[in-house]
Each structure stands twice: as structure tokens, then as C-alpha cells.
């Protein structure tokens, strides 16, 4: 009940991002290769803000299951706070990108399209920090449904902007990567908005202090960097060498930037909607410790283990079997005819990985709703540094090729998930708590099952 409105909500990321990079290898496959180059660059700057961000579940869900629901409306301005503060950092980063491109050795008409891509994409990243701090007080209460139709809702409007704005339908002018850009802005700013609108409806304003709440509390700002800035540092690092792995593939040849666009863009189906039963499991393990109950939060992550292993055993058994109902969206390119066979083989890696990155996400994100976030921290560092390590000693040294590249990363992802199983079941996590000792108490709050079931807010 929790997890599938998440797994729907992360789903729909993947579907704008699918539509996104479909209907620009229509328009261009130099467009197609410039975005996700340009789109992870973007992505890695984001990164450490957005992670202080998205750790304010964890605040909400402690302070709910403590029963101290009026900390949670403190909690979550904090973290809209920070995108406020990381605003102008992002409108800095504009006139670098066309020296952060040039450094990459891509072709010349590729690198003016990444370097398009990533300054208007600059202009929405205030936005989903701020929306992605918002949304945190739907999902660490519980009301995920919530969270689902907002972010369903953005989706569709950035498909439609997406069509209207790339190819210049209805009397708008074609934009091609641009337009793209802009609608991925727009439905940016319209999450951050619309989570403002229903955050500040009249039943919430005085039991969670949404109102009053609104005021800088140093205390917890400090609390929420201690615990949020090793999760944001920890997706940086990741980001950061998952878009050196792109870069590096990117080096090889346009088409091997192609090919891997095409199947990281459809291994996402598995892989972000895992992500939403992630946000989940770091809610329901930080709610069952703020009441104590460390023997719920590991049942919860069991059974998120058996769900996640049985929906990515199935999108793997396609991914093998039927790879072409994957790539029908991509066969309208001019030479999609040169790169079907390599993409073939790149799904069969999906396959793989898709499998072991379950284990991954479900430990990984247990352990992060208890609060170890140094220790993920301190892994991704680890092992982030082997994987571009390999990634460059085969390509630059070796001249092993792309087969190489996806080797390594689903060995990474193996390495990942193994680690952050055995953290788990060496059961620290279950002392951890983020919110202040004094409010750990058995306080009574209402059940899990309650507040998804109360969970009636319109959009």
C-alpha cells in the first residue's frame, strides 16, 4: 500500500525521461547523444543539495512515528530552505558549460547541443530540490498517493510540452533539444507549486506546523546537514562516476553513446521504479525506529527484498526474451538498422544488473532511513573509484570497447548490493536513530496502515 503509489510516481520519472530521449532520436541523433551526457552533468550538480533534500523522509517519517508531528512541518521547510540557498549555484554553473563541454573531446555539433541542454536545465534545478524537500512530507507520513498524482501529472505535461515544443506542433516554434529542456523545466517548477499549494491546506497548518514551522531553526538545519550531507555527498560521488562512465562510453564512438542511451533509457523501467519502493522502505524503517520497533523495519525490508527480486525477475525475463518490444519506440531513426544488434546486447547486461541492483536499492535504503549514511558514504567513494578506474584502464589501455564498460558496471552494481546486504544484517542500523534522543520515546502515534488509509488529499 505504501510502496506501489512510490513505484508508479518513480515509474513516471522514467516514462518522461523515455519520451524525452524517443521523441529526440526522431528529431536528431545528435540530439539523442547530446542529452544524456548533458543530462547527467546536470544531474551530478544537483546531486549534493537534492540529497540533503530527499533526507528529509527520514526526518518526517522519525518525527511521525515518535508521534511529534509538530517537528515535521520545522523539518521540511529546512529542507526547502536548502534549495533556496543552492538557486544561485545553479544559475553560476550557466556560462561554464560550454568550457565544461569542450573538456570532454565530444564532436563539435554534439557538444553545442549538450552544452543548450544543460544551461536550461539550470534554470528547473531550484525547483526540484524544493519540490523533492515538499514531496518528503507526503512520503514520510505515509500519504504516497499524493506524491503519485503530482508527479503522474508533471509527467504528462512534459510529454506534451515535450511534443509541442521539440517538433513545433500547434504553432509553437521548433526547439528541438531546447524545447525538450524547457518542458522538463516547467514541470519542474509545477511539482514545487502544486506540493506548496497542498502542504499548506488548513488540516495540516497547526498540527505540523507548516505555518509556523517556516522559521530558520539552526539546531535542526545542523541536525539535517549532519545526516542529509553524507547522503547528498554520497549521490554526487555516484552520479559522478556513473556521468565519467557516460563520458568515457561517449568517447568511443557516437554510436556506442547512442546504443547506451537507448538501453539505459530502457533498463529505467526496472530500475527508477525501484527506487520508489527504496523511498518506502527508508520510510517505513524510520517510522517503525521512531517508535522502536526495530523488528518491523526489518520485516518491512524483507518483504520489500521478495517484491523487489519477483518484479525485476520479470522485467529481466523480457528484457532476454522479447528485446525488441523494448526498442520499437527507438526504430524510427535513420540507422537504428546498425546499432538493433549492439542494443540487443546491452539489454541482456540490463538483464543482469537489474537483478543485482534490487538487492542494492532495498538494503541501501534501509540502512539509510536508520541514519548510516557515512557508511554509504564511505562505500560509494570505494567503490565508485573502481568503477572508472576499470572503466578507463580497459578503454584507454586495453582497448577492450563498450562490452567492457557494461561489464564493469554490473560487477559494480554486485560489489554494491553485496556490501550493503552484509551492512544490514550486522544490524547496527537498528540503534541508529536522526532525530533528537529526547523524542524517543514509546509516544503514541496513530498505525502505518492508518495514515495510508486517511490518505484523502486531492490534486
Known sequence: MLALPLMISTASWAVMHFVDRMYLLWYSSDAMAAALPAGMLHFTILCFPLGIATYVN????QYNGAGHHDRIGLAVWQGVRVGLLAMPLFLVAIPFAPWLFSLVGHESKVMELEVVYFQVLSVGA???????????????RGQTRVVMAVDCSATLMNGVLDYLWIFGHLGFSEMGIEGAAWATVVSQWFKAIVYWRLMMRAPYRQRYGMVTGRRYDAALFRRLLRFGGPNGLQMLVEVSAFTLFVFL???????AMITTTIALNVSSATFVPLLGLGVAVSTIVGRQLGRNRSDLAARATWTAMTLATAYTGVTAAFYLLVPDLFLIGFAHANNFEQLHATAVVLLRFVAAYCLLDAMNIVFHSAIKGAGDTRFILLTTIFSSTLLVSAVWTGLWLMGWGLYWCWIVITVWIFLLGTIYCARFLHGGWRNMRVIESELIESATCEPLSDAIATDSVTV
Open 249 to 255: 562510453v561517449g568517447g568511443i564512438s557516437r554510436d
Open 58 to 61: 527520514t526526518f518526517v517519517a
Open 126 to 140: 531550484g525547483g526540484a530540490v524544493m519540490s523533492a524537500a515538499m514531496s518528503a512530507f507526503f512520503t514520510g
